[in-house]
């Protein structure tokens, strides 16, 4: 089910559970009920790295929502709990285009 927040006119919702294969079905029926809606939207990947890796199941929710829904290029993607070495590493290293790659690598 859709959480959904609203804060200075502006309404944010979350679909929870899409990286949970038993409620995946669930998640994905919310997502795309929101995306039907008759407004302007903002989508968020919210993706965590482990071991300097995206996670996974991060990975393939992402790539799920992006073949299912005629979203084009309009997303972000945030990357969570990056700790100031990690995030120095992904401005100064390289380590961001890695990322990038790992994530839109088909």
């Known amino acids: 089910e859709l959480c959904e927040k609203e804060c200075k006119g502006v309404i944010y919702m979350e679909a929870p559970g899409l990286a949970n294969t ?58 969570n709990k990056v700790s100031k070495v990690a995030a120095k590493a992904l401005r100064e290293n390289g380590v961001f285009e890695q990322i990038k790659q790992e994530l839109f690598s088909g």
């Open 22 to 79: 038993s409620l995946r079905k669930k998640a994905a029926k919310a997502i795309t009920a929101a995306l039907k809606r008759d407004s302007q939207y903002k989508i968020l990947f919210v993706v965590t790295l482990e071991a300097g890796r995206v996670r996974p199941q991060d990975k393939e929710m992402l790539e799920l929502v992006l073949k299912a829904a005629p979203i084009g290029q309009s997303y972000t993607v945030v990357i």
